[in-house]
């Protein structure tokens, strides 16, 4: 039995790009439907249910995708139009819920423990799910448990757009006869590591002992061990748009060298979008600073679709240091805030780049984290 008085919440958007073209296109509902770069060399970023029964799947080449099923509707994404309604749903449950924490665009975990003193926990899910469905139109999906894990499990035991609650004194018995693809990290590699050592199930996961998993997977086994017997006690983090990285310089002359100034903002950029990457994160909402050799010190900022991706951050700073700095004096110091993160990853851009592109990313990354971010930049700065 699992002990725990604590009420978490998953709440998952379902198949949210293609639910948010069929809201624009209501034309698409019950069609297959495939997002990503529209050329052979793009990648697919996501695909309907109904696409899915043909073998697709996220991350595949869009010419496999095409030949697969090849009645598919390709559409060409729009992160802007994504963005938009990622906000919207995390205004709508930031306006009722306590803690809450947004776990990437489409996905929130909230904290409601203690709420049933009040009024019942499930009838309160129910009712926040009523009111995004409500007030957005997208499908979404809920699992209610005692911590992220098994919430996050039930929650795809729910979809398409349902609901389940799984209390503690069942959740062993919810979890065992499912497969060890359902939790939560278990990616291709630890999945066919668990496979060759006979393991398919949940419930046999759990019975290895846990130095044997510890032996075989170090301390990713211990925490897989733990999931497996519905085990978590990672908190729900409390979400905030404050949340940034930054960098600025400081020069030793004061300057008015613009070609100088947007190379130093280039590299500020590579390195910032380089460290969202590495925690795995998106922002959007990009902000320059400069401070004139008088110290007035000016700032300006500008929404975004949601990327961690050099190539479109880069013209927004440029951009932006263009309309903030037009009193054509000596500046002192210029900086970049990178802000309201959520996390994700780069590949939710697929849709707007080849499959190169992407490639290219993860080239120059795996050299930034061996021998420093700085071991490969643009040749070209200032164009």
Known sequence: MILSNRNIVHLDLDTFFVSVERLVNPSLAGRPVIIGGMSDRGVVATCSYEARKFGVSSAMPMKMARMLCRDAIFIRGDMELYSRYSHLVTEIIAERAPVFEKASVDEHYLDVTGMDRFF????WCHELRQAIIQNTGLPISLGLSVNKTVSKIATGEAKPNGELQVPGDIVQPFLFPLSIRKIPGIGDKTYHLLRSMGVSTIGTLSHIPQEMMER???????ILWERANGIDTTPVQPYTESKSVSTETTFEQDTTDIIRMKEILVRMVEKLAFSLREQQKLTSCVTVRIRYSNFDTHTIQQQLPYTAFDHILIPVVKNLFDKVYQRRMLIRLIGVRFSKLVPGNQQINMFENSEEM??????????????GD???GRAVASS
């Open 120 to 123: 019942g926990v499930q009838k």
């Open 216 to 222: 075989v997977m170090g301390k990713n086994g211990i």
């Open 358 to 371: 992407i490639n290219l990313y993860q080239a120059m990354d795996r050299m930034k984290h061996k021998y």
């Open 374 to 376: 700085k071991v490969v």
